[in-house]
């Protein structure tokens, strides 16, 4: 029985956490614009949340790792209470890798874009069509 109530203590914590991050992404977006402060912020928050560790000394159980890292600094001090920090810690370098290879990517096929878009631009493929200008003065333009 006691199983059952952990999955479940589990499936409610990801819930909240699910409600907390469509929070964050609506606060998020209305504070900055579309860039780098902002995805870096999104995946600290993320991270924060939803990193699991080990709670207590068996490698059964799991706790979010902010959690274990708050125990730990509370009960054991600093020298031994890091077990969290070092979770987080790795989570958090592997989030920035993640950002990093996003903005490259991002970055590339913008270039791309740019380069491909001003080939047409220069009439290449399909040049643009003037727009037929009034010929009297009873002739309205229609759009």
Not at 24 to 35: I, R
Not at 86 to 110: N, P, S
Request: glycine share 10%; proline share 6%.
């Amino acid at each position: 029985m006691f199983a059952v109530e952990y999955v479940i203590a589990w499936l409610i914590y990801f819930g909240s956490g699910a409600a907390c991050c469509v929070i964050w992404w609506h606060m998020t977006s209305a504070w900055m614009a579309d860039g780098a402060s902002r995805d870096l912020l999104r995946g600290f928050f993320v991270v924060l949340i939803f990193t699991p560790w080990y709670a207590g000394e068996s490698p059964e159980f799991f706790a979010p790792a902010i959690v274990v890292l708050t125990m730990d600094l509370l009960l054991e001090g600093a020298r031994s209470g890091m077990k969290g920090g070092v979770a987080l810690l790795v989570t958090t370098f592997v989030m920035v890798l993640v950002m990093l290879a996003r903005t490259l990517l991002r970055r590339r096929t913008r270039a791309g874009a740019r380069r491909s878009g001003g080939s047409t631009a220069q009439g290449s493929e399909n040049p643009p069509v003037p727009a037929k200008a009034p010929e009297g003065p009873g002739e309205a333009l229609i759009d």
